[in-house]
């Protein structure tokens, strides 16, 4: 009888200690699944930051072709190099 209830007692720590690996687990895991969506977002709004400047920048050429300051060959060119 004694030994039933050591033995049950023991599960229970077992079975405490498990709960508690098993809880550290799930919440490093989601930290680090957090830390990885961090990082994605901010390379999203670094790529948007790029964009819009590039896109700032090809208007620009394009109002100098409508005021005549470039012709078509120039903008292309122009517009070809912000590409690479």
Not at 43 to 50: L, P, S, W
Not at 75 to 83: I, V, Y
């Amino acid at each position: 009888m004694l030994s039933n209830v050591i033995y049950f007692v023991v599960f229970l720590i077992l079975a405490f200690v498990l709960s508690i690996a098993v809880k550290a687990i799930t919440r490093g895991v989601e930290a680090k699944q957090a830390i990885k969506d961090e990082k994605n977002f901010n390379i999203d709004k670094e790529n948007q930051n790029q964009n819009s400047e590039m896109i700032n920048q090809i208007k620009a050429l394009k109002d100098l072709q409508n005021k005549g300051i470039i012709d078509e060959d120039e903008f292309k060119k122009a517009k070809e190099k912000l590409f690479k």
